[in-house]
């Protein structure tokens, strides 16, 4: 089951990062800056899928 506060699939991730790996409600763009955590959250977001 998906546990949205098991730490394993969001690793290390601020609380707007946290935010669009639980986004919801259709498509999410993700604009950021280089380091900025982009492939962290997209993963973490594919995860808890």
Request: charged content about 10%.
């Amino acid at each position: 089951m998906n546990n949205p506060t098991d730490q394993r699939s969001t690793p290390q991730l601020n609380p707007q990062q946290l935010q669009a790996v639980h986004h919801d409600q259709g498509a999410l763009l993700i604009l950021a800056g280089a380091g900025s955590g982009k492939t962290s959250t997209l993963t973490s977001r594919v995860v808890h899928l």
